[in-house]
């Protein structure tokens, strides 16, 4: 699981949920909200803090906002419909030797997103080569097709719980990673909710594994 913290929380509940949950997404909600926050973020331990600032400009302007946070992240998320020449090469290739990754956005998990561009966005996507892909947990059918197109990239997949994808379902349909904040930020017991979500997806990843054999 990925926590999305788009808000903050205190930190005696983020450092108890980060037992359980080792990756976070940040963007520009908690930024803004507090950006000293994020000295506390790191101090914690994370496989990987992803900058979620989903970059769309051009190059020059990418670099700069890239730039700010590089200390602070291990990778970012960029849109892919941006294009290569003058945007998602300058930034592939800065990231790169900062040692950093890439994640770019395939598909989003909101009604109003348009798949009909999925060829474009993925010859895109096989050009620029990133670590992995934004896939929304509410179009498991694009998971399936994003996962069949490129075996050995990370799928992460927001759009679980408040967005009203079942916990599991992203996984079982191809996502390496579920994407969830809301659910359990705005939860009266974060912690709790982190465990429940844990053992929920647990359950789900059994079954469908069971279906599948
Ligand atoms: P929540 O679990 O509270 O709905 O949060 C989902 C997070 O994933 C938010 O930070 C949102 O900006 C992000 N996101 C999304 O919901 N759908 C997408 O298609 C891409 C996203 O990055």
């Not at 205190?10 to 908690?30: D, F, Q, R």
């Not at 730039?67 to 998320?77: G, P, R, T």
């Not at 050995?152 to 719980?161: A, E, Q």
Request: aromatic residues 10%; glycine residues 6%; hydrophobic residues 40%.
């Amino acid at each position: 699981m990925i926590l999305s913290l788009d808000k903050q929380i205190s930190l005696s509940t983020l450092s108890e949920v980060n037992k359980y949950i080792h990756k976070v997404k940040i963007g520009y909600p908690l930024i803004l909200e507090n950006i000293a926050y994020l000295d506390n973020i790191v101090k914690l331990h994370w496989d990987e803090i992803i900058f979620d600032l989903k970059l769309a400009d051009i190059d020059n302007t990418m670099l700069f906002i890239a730039s700010k946070f590089i200390n602070y992240a291990d990778s970012f998320i960029a849109h892919s419909f941006i294009g290569i020449e003058g945007a998602l090469d300058k930034l592939s290739e800065f990231l790169k030797n900062q040692n950093k990754s890439l994640y770019l956005v395939l598909s989003m998990s909101h009604k109003g997103w348009n798949d009909e561009f999925y060829p474009y966005l993925k010859n895109i996507a096989k050009t620029i080569d990133p670590k992995g892909f934004v896939v929304g947990a509410t179009r498991p059918n694009m998971i399936r097709i994003v996962r069949n197109d490129f075996m050995d990239k990370i799928i992460i997949s927001p759009g679980v719980g408040a967005q009203g994808a079942m916990v599991g379902d992203a996984i079982c349909n191809g996502a390496d990673y579920e994407i969830i904040g809301r659910s359990i930020y705005e939860s009266k017991d974060p912690v709790a909710e982190t465990k429940k979500i844990i053992e929920t997806q647990e359950v789900k990843i059994n079954e469908c594994k069971r279906t599948e054999n």
